[in-house]
């Protein structure tokens, strides 16, 4: 079977190409991919190329199919898995493997496993670290968003506290404690949000921040204060003391703290909000491997601050966050803010920072420039459709594509 991808080969070189998939073996399986979304790691691996832990040395010459953040639908069970996945079946990939030998990853470091791409080849490894999970939503897209909202669920568990009188652990964010998460309103501090409030532990202040005014006001519109959480949405550009600013906000300090920005200063001023015994989750990964920032031992030793961080989640937080979208508890289609095809995905992946905004979802059979939601025409009929959800992804919208948009 033929299949259009898109391949790196070194740094800054992205290809769609055309190839054949070889035929599949017996540990293997053969499967499209419906809907990629695109991740900021992605962008790093691309600037890296072979320098990436995650990616081959010889990638120039054995190029890996992109993208980690997909969703699709089985089309050929190889004997080995016949016993557990059928033919027709949805699913979706935890692409954080956590292999014992190697760092390998889909999306990173496979020929034919990747998420960008209009069919693969799913190696053997997904399978025996039980990473190909079945999914039973009602759209593709939601899919490609349970992979990054299982990253915010392995966070969120990653914090921890200590039992009273004792130096035990007890795993997730205080209830009923002020949460603040730093430059919260990309996607990621969007989910971010949406699982502070309907996870199953519940703050009772969190605060966001952010220097964009509009990112703020969207993020507000979207997470109001609710079901006894008070929220907070603080515009912390061009403030000299943002610490002082932040205090006065809850009348204290934070039981925990996301940082989801690698900012030296940032990590700084979070470690001096923490409350005695509070909790710092440096959520953001810096590509710069001499990264660091001065925090505070004294606190630490004294006050029993704590400071963790979390890359990925794993693959009970994968199948934790497939039941909150299946069960629609989370609304993932808040985090999607442009759309495009298989053939707009090198250049939309190279340039994210500068495109800004939130998540970029790839329709892999389809072609399609990079489409900004707010700016899809409103007359047009995909313009009527997202009107009906005051311009949120939708089933519908999706539906739109898959019937109507050009194939590649």
Same mark, same amino acid.
Request: hydrophobic share 35%.
């Given at each position: 079977?033929?299949?259009?991808?898109?391949?790196?080969?070194?740094?800054?070189?992205?290809?769609?190409?055309?190839?054949?998939?070889?035929?599949?073996?017996?540990?293997?399986?053969?499967?499209?991919?419906?809907?990629?979304?695109?991740?900021?790691?992605?962008?790093?691996?691309?600037?890296?190329?072979?320098?990436?832990?995650?990616?081959?040395?010889? $990638?120039?010459?054995?190029?890996?199919?992109?993208?980690?953040?997909?969703?699709?639908?089985?089309?050929?069970?190889?004997?080995?898995?016949?016993?557990?996945?059928?033919?027709?079946?949805?699913?979706?990939?935890?692409?954080?493997?956590?292999?014992?030998?190697?760092?390998?990853?889909?999306?990173?470091?496979? $020929?034919?496993?990747?998420?960008?791409?209009?069919?693969?080849?799913?190696?053997?490894?997904?399978? *025996?670290?039980?990473?190909?999970?079945?999914?039973?939503?009602?759209?593709?897209?939601?899919?490609?968003?349970?992979?990054?909202?299982?990253?915010?669920?392995? !966070?969120?568990?990653?914090?921890?506290?200590?039992?009273?009188?004792?130096?035990?652990?007890?795993?997730?964010?205080?209830?009923?404690?002020?949460?603040?998460?730093?430059?919260?309103?990309?996607?990621?501090?969007?989910?971010?949000?949406?699982? !502070?409030?309907?996870?199953?532990?519940?703050?009772?202040?969190?605060?966001?921040?952010?220097?964009?005014?509009?990112?703020?006001?969207?993020?507000?519109?979207?997470?109001?204060?609710?079901?006894?959480?008070?929220?907070?949405?603080?515009?912390?550009?061009?403030?000299?003391?943002?610490?002082?600013?932040?205090?006065?906000?809850?009348?204290?300090?934070?039981?925990?703290?996301?940082?989801?920005?690698?900012?030296?200063?940032?990590?700084?001023?979070?470690?001096?909000?923490?409350?005695?015994?509070?909790?710092? *989750?440096?959520?953001?990964?810096?590509?710069?491997?001499?990264?660091? !920032?001065?925090?505070?031992?004294?606190?630490?030793?004294?006050?029993?601050?704590?400071?963790?961080?979390?890359?990925?989640?794993?693959?009970?937080?994968?199948?934790?966050?497939?039941?909150?979208?299946?069960?629609?508890?989370?609304?993932?289609? *808040?985090?999607?803010?442009?759309?495009?095809?298989?053939?707009?995905?090198?250049?939309?992946?190279?340039?994210?920072?500068?495109?800004?905004?939130?998540?970029?979802?790839?329709?892999?059979?389809?072609?399609?420039?990079?489409?900004?939601?707010?700016?899809?025409?409103?007359?047009?009929?995909?313009?009527?459709?997202?009107?009906?959800?005051?311009?949120?992804?939708?089933?519908? !919208?999706?539906?739109? $594509?898959?019937?109507?948009?050009? $194939?590649?």
């Amino acid at each position: 079977m033929k299949t259009k991808a898109v391949r790196l080969y070194g740094k800054k070189d992205l290809r769609l190409e055309e190839f054949e998939l070889p035929t599949i073996k017996e540990n293997e399986i053969l499967a499209s991919v419906i809907t990629d979304s695109i991740c900021m790691s992605t962008w790093k691996l691309a600037n890296q190329g072979g320098d990436h832990k995650k990616a081959p040395d010889n $990638v120039a010459e054995n190029p890996i199919i992109v993208g980690h953040e997909f969703c699709g639908e089985i089309l050929e069970v190889g004997g080995k898995w016949a016993h557990k996945y059928k033919k027709g079946e949805r699913y979706v990939v935890q692409a954080n493997l956590q292999l014992a030998d190697r760092p390998d990853c889909p999306g990173y470091s496979y $020929v034919y496993t990747g998420g960008d791409a209009t069919h693969i080849i799913i190696s053997e490894d997904v399978m *025996n670290q039980d990473c190909l999970i079945p999914y039973n939503g009602e759209t593709f897209f939601e899919g490609s968003l349970i992979e990054p909202l299982s990253c915010v669920i392995g !966070a969120f568990e990653a914090n921890y506290h200590l039992k009273e009188g004792s130096y035990e652990h007890k795993m997730g964010i205080k209830e009923d404690g002020n949460l603040l998460i730093m430059g919260g309103t990309g996607p990621m501090g969007l989910l971010a949000i949406d699982y !502070a409030l309907h996870g199953p532990i519940r703050p009772k202040h969190l605060v966001v921040t952010d220097r964009n005014p509009e990112k703020l006001a969207r993020a507000e519109k979207l997470y109001p204060s609710q079901d006894g959480i008070t929220v907070h949405y603080v515009n912390v550009d061009n403030v000299e003391d943002q610490v002082s600013l932040l205090q006065e906000t809850v009348d204290g300090g934070f039981d925990d703290i996301f940082v989801m920005v690698p900012s030296e200063q940032v990590i700084t001023d979070a470690a001096n909000l923490l409350n005695p015994e509070g909790c710092l *989750n440096f959520f953001a990964g810096p590509q710069n491997k001499d990264f660091s !920032a001065k925090v505070n031992f004294y606190d630490v030793h004294y006050s029993f601050t704590h400071f963790v961080g979390t890359s990925g989640g794993n693959t009970e937080d994968m199948r934790k966050a497939v039941k909150l979208i299946e069960d629609k508890q989370v609304k993932v289609a *808040n985090v999607v803010t442009h759309i495009l095809g298989l053939d707009a995905v090198a250049e939309t992946t190279l340039n994210q920072p500068a495109i800004g905004g939130g998540k970029k979802l790839v329709y892999t059979h389809k072609q399609s420039e990079l489409k900004k939601l707010s700016e899809i025409d409103p007359a047009s009929e995909l313009g009527q459709i997202l009107a009906k959800t005051d311009g949120i992804w939708s089933k519908e !919208a999706e539906e739109y $594509v898959l019937k109507h948009f050009p $194939v590649i």
